[in-house]
């Protein structure tokens, strides 16, 4: 299994922006399609945004225009650009690679606040 490390969450005021990382051990990283999720108190975890080996994206509606997802294959690492936030966003967001054979590793979370 890829060992996930997520980084780059905290408090910020509505309508700001974060990126989040997330760095993943192994090298065949390039291979594994990798997602962020979230999840907030009391609520089910939810796909944000996904990036594929060849670099296709899809993105839930909720964030669609606002966030962006991308893959530096050299460094081994994940992003997650997030503009115009919302307090909606709210929530731990968790870094997910899946091998070719579907098997799934899970970062630890990175808590993300906006409040003003």
């Known amino acids: 299994q890829v060992q996930l490390v997520e980084s780059g969450g905290g408090l910020v005021q509505p309508g700001g922006s974060l990126r989040l990382s997330c760095a993943a051990s192994g090298s065949i990283f390039r291979m594994y399609v990798m997602s962020w999720y979230r999840q907030a108190p009391g609520r089910e975890r939810e796909l944000v945004a996904a990036?594929?080996?060849?670099?296709?994206?899809n993105y839930a509606d909720s964030v669609k225009d606002r966030f962006t997802i991308s893959r530096d294959n050299a460094k081994n690492t994940v992003y997650l650009q997030m503009n115009s936030l919302k307090p909606e966003d709210t929530a731990v967001y968790y870094c997910k690679a899946t091998s070719i054979t579907g098997s799934a590793s899970w970062g630890q979370g990175t808590q993300v606040t906006i409040s003003s």
């Open positions: 990036i594929g080996s060849g670099s296709s994206t």
